[in-house]
């Protein structure tokens, strides 16, 4: 089993900024892609960012443009991600969630509130 702790969220004003981070412990050994996905009320989860064990990434199309290619990046030794969001927009506002893929097993964390006020 692995468990994820995602910290970091709270309520930021419109073209702030947050940084998420989720640290993995239990089984860890054999992760491999880790990421990050938010729902917002009544709307599905969708990914936010993605980033695979040699650290290529990935960002959905509403976050590119204001996230960077480094915004997620990860810490294998101590099996932590982070997401670090910049200008975000009310409609950023979620709760995000961290996951980790281990052995084709998905783990998902509670999640951390994100408001972005306007």
């Known amino acids: 089993q692995v468990q994820l702790v995602e910290s970091g969220g709270g309520l930021v004003q419109a073209g702030g900024s947050l940084r998420l981070s989720c640290a993995a412990s239990?089984?860890?050994?054999?992760?491999?892609?880790m990421g990050w996905y938010r729902q917002a009320p009544g709307k599905q989860r969708d990914l936010v960012a993605f980033?695979?064990?040699?650290?290529?990434?990935?960002?959905?199309d509403s976050v590119k443009g204001r996230f960077t290619i480094s915004s997620i990046s990860r810490d294998n030794a101590k099996n932590t991600v982070f997401l670090q969001m910049n200008s975000l927009k009310p409609e950023d506002t979620a709760v995000y969630y961290c996951?980790?893929?281990?052995?084709?097993?998905?783990?998902w964390g509670k999640g951390t509130l994100v408001t972005v006020s306007s």
């Open positions: 980033i695979s064990i040699g650290g290529t990434t990935n960002y959905a």
């Open positions: 239990g089984s860890t050994s054999g992760i491999s892609g």
């Open positions: 996951s980790a893929n281990r052995w084709g097993y998905d783990y």
